[in-house]
């Protein structure tokens, strides 16, 4: 298309000149017809064999473009591989860490369930010192009424003794009674000088009444005490009964417990099992954390290690730019990024820091009436790509395109207006020109 144009160019020129010369001779002489034939076959041999370089130099560029398209899937191959790898170990990290959230929280609920049981224990010991105070006390209660038994029993065989003698003591008081009444009957026909003996066996009797009576009030309330103490001697019973079904039942419990004790124990000794094999799991992640922290920090140093460069920047204008009769160069002075700085605000030229392959891109804003519209993209002073449009109907319009070039350290890449194009541009950045490294070389 390139060497098309210029052909159509130098034809207009020439025409243009033999119009020129029409005009000022008025006509052509019949003699300079022949020489001007020859000028022509000339110009027509010098434009066949520009045409012909032209098409050799477009074949040798779609070569380059053509190998540079197949470095580039080459290096896109070569990113999606570290993608793809960056992902499985990212999934391998998520997996790995909710690997460790799940043993974590197994650990912490067997510890929280050691501590139940271990509080649980602690509770059935209490329970346990309390029933063995319990039994202590009853123990205590059930020996001090033993004690007040004996105590009782004695005072109560002391009383039946007592008694006895009470009885026996009435027997000789019957005797006597019975023997003075004998002497009475006797002495009753004696004379009354026997009288006084009488009225003092009467004393005797009376008084012998009267201890008698004694005897019997004394013998009444030993009888109530007898009473008394055979109902406290009931109750004891009764409360040695409750404490020996409260000792049973204790008894029973602490079976129970025993055995609950004795499940703890396999119970314990299942977790302390499992826990053995939570640990070695553990070290075994650990071990992978381990591996996985060696391989992302070789990427990260890697990735450290590698220059970071991109930039993005528009024209930074509110209007249109040119037509201009040269080539102008672009200028792209509202810098969006420039990270490494390669990028010149003042002159609009990128420089390759470092020897890499790069991608550029850019946009091309128009709203013209009169002229075209287009833009070039350079590789030091060689043309890459050539973009434009003959539309000219005065709506807003956008044309993008974008090329991976490789670089040498010092390269240069920038943007030119092409003769009498036309561009627009406002505060919404219709024009841009960016780019980034994609790897060193």
Same mark, same amino acid.
């Given at each position: 298309?390139?060497?098309?144009?210029?052909?159509?160019?130098?034809?207009?020129?020439?025409?243009?000149?033999?119009?020129?010369?029409?005009?000022?001779?008025?006509?052509?002489?019949?003699?300079?017809?022949?020489?001007?034939?020859?000028?022509?076959?000339?110009?027509?041999?010098?434009?066949?064999?520009?045409?012909?370089?032209?098409?050799?130099?477009?074949?040798?560029?779609?070569?380059?473009?053509?190998?540079?398209?197949?470095?580039?899937?080459?290096?896109?191959?070569?990113?999606?591989?570290?993608?793809?790898?960056?992902?499985?170990?990212?999934?391998?990290?998520?997996?790995?860490?909710?690997?460790?959230?799940?043993?974590?929280?197994?650990?912490? #609920?067997? @510890?929280?369930?050691?501590? !139940? *049981? %271990? =509080?649980?224990?602690?509770? $059935?010991?209490? &329970?346990?010192?309390?029933? +063995?105070?319990?039994?202590?006390?009853?123990?205590?209660?059930?020996?001090?009424?033993?004690?007040?038994?004996?105590?009782?029993?004695?005072?109560?065989?002391?009383?039946?003794?007592?008694?006895?003698?009470?009885?026996?003591?009435?027997?000789?008081?019957?005797?006597?009674?019975?023997?003075?009444?004998?002497?009475?009957?006797?002495?009753?026909?004696?004379?009354? #000088?026997? @009288?006084?003996?009488?009225? !003092? *066996? %009467? =004393?005797?009797?009376?008084? $012998?009444?009267? &201890?008698?009576?004694?005897? +019997?009030?004394?013998?009444?309330?030993?009888?109530?005490?007898?009473?008394?103490?055979?109902?406290?001697?009931?109750?004891?019973?009764?409360?040695?009964?409750?404490?020996?079904?409260?000792?049973?039942?204790?008894?029973?419990?602490?079976?129970?417990?025993?055995?609950?004790?004795?499940?703890?124990?396999?119970?314990?000794?299942?977790?302390?099992?499992?826990?053995?094999?939570?640990?070695?799991?553990?070290?075994?992640?650990?071990?992978?954390?381990?591996? $996985?922290?060696?391989?992302?920090?070789?990427?990260?140093?890697?990735?450290?290690?590698?220059?970071?460069?991109?930039?993005?920047?528009?024209?930074?204008?509110?209007?249109?730019?040119?037509?201009?009769?040269?080539?102008?160069?672009?200028?792209?002075?509202?810098?969006?990024?420039?990270?490494?700085?390669?990028?010149?605000?003042?002159?609009?030229?990128?420089?390759?820091?470092?020897?890499?392959?790069?991608?550029?891109?850019?946009?091309?804003?128009?709203?013209?009436?009169?002229?075209?519209?287009?833009?070039?993209?350079?590789?030091?002073?060689?043309?890459?790509?050539?973009?434009?449009?003959?539309?000219?109907?005065?709506?807003?319009?956008?044309?993008?395109?974008?090329?991976?070039?490789?670089?040498?350290?010092?390269?240069?890449?920038?943007?030119?207006?092409?003769?009498?194009?036309?561009?627009?541009?406002?505060?919404?950045?219709?024009?841009?020109?960016?780019?980034?490294?994609?790897?060193?070389?």
């Amino acid at each position: 298309m390139i060497a098309k144009f210029a052909l159509v160019l130098l034809l207009v020129r020439c025409w243009t000149e033999a119009s020129g010369e029409l005009s000022q001779d008025g006509l052509v002489k019949q003699s300079d017809i022949p020489t001007q034939l020859r000028e022509l076959q000339a110009v027509v041999k010098k434009l066949g064999e520009v045409a012909v370089r032209h098409t050799i130099a477009l074949t040798t560029t779609e070569s380059d473009v053509n190998g540079l398209e197949t470095r580039l899937r080459a290096g896109e191959l070569k990113a999606d591989d570290q993608r793809k790898l960056a992902v499985g170990q990212t999934l391998r990290l998520n997996s790995v860490t909710s690997d460790m959230r799940e043993v974590e929280s197994r650990v912490e #609920t067997s @510890e929280r369930q050691s501590q !139940q *049981h %271990q =509080t649980k224990i602690t509770q $059935l010991g209490m &329970k346990m010192e309390v029933a +063995q105070m319990q039994l202590q006390a009853s123990k205590k209660q059930v020996d001090r009424l033993q004690e007040e038994n004996t105590v009782q029993a004695t005072q109560l065989r002391n009383m039946e003794a007592k008694l006895k003698a009470a009885e026996n003591q009435l027997e000789q008081v019957k005797t006597v009674n019975e023997a003075q009444a004998r002497e009475l009957e006797e002495l009753s026909v004696k004379s009354s #000088t026997t @009288e006084d003996e009488l009225r !003092q *066996h %009467q =004393t005797t009797v009376v008084d $012998l009444t009267g &201890k008698v009576k004694e005897i +019997q009030q004394e013998n009444a309330v030993q009888d109530q005490e007898l009473v008394t103490l055979n109902e406290r001697s009931n109750i004891t019973e009764t409360l040695v009964d409750e404490q020996k079904i409260v000792m049973q039942e204790l008894k029973t419990e602490l079976d129970g417990l025993e055995r609950q004790n004795a499940d703890q124990d396999i119970e314990l000794d299942f977790l302390e099992n499992r826990s053995n094999s939570t640990d070695v799991q553990i070290n075994e992640i650990l071990s992978d954390m381990v591996e $996985l922290n060696t391989v992302m920090d070789r990427l990260i140093k890697e990735n450290e290690d590698r220059p970071k460069v991109a930039f993005a920047a528009s024209l930074g204008i509110n209007g249109r730019l040119g037509p201009y009769s040269s080539p102008y160069s672009l200028v792209y002075s509202r810098v969006l990024t420039n990270i490494g700085n390669a990028y010149s605000q003042s002159t609009g030229i990128f420089t390759a820091p470092v020897s890499g392959v790069y991608f550029f891109r850019f946009t091309v804003g128009t709203e013209t009436l009169s002229y075209s519209s287009g833009a070039i993209l350079y590789k030091n002073k060689e043309q890459v790509i050539n973009i434009f449009t003959h539309e000219k109907n005065g709506q807003l319009r956008h044309y993008s395109s974008g090329a991976v070039l490789q670089l040498e350290k010092g390269d240069t890449v920038y943007m030119k207006l092409e003769t009498n194009y036309q561009l627009y541009d406002d505060a919404h950045n219709h024009n841009i020109f960016s780019g980034f490294m994609l790897f060193p070389m």
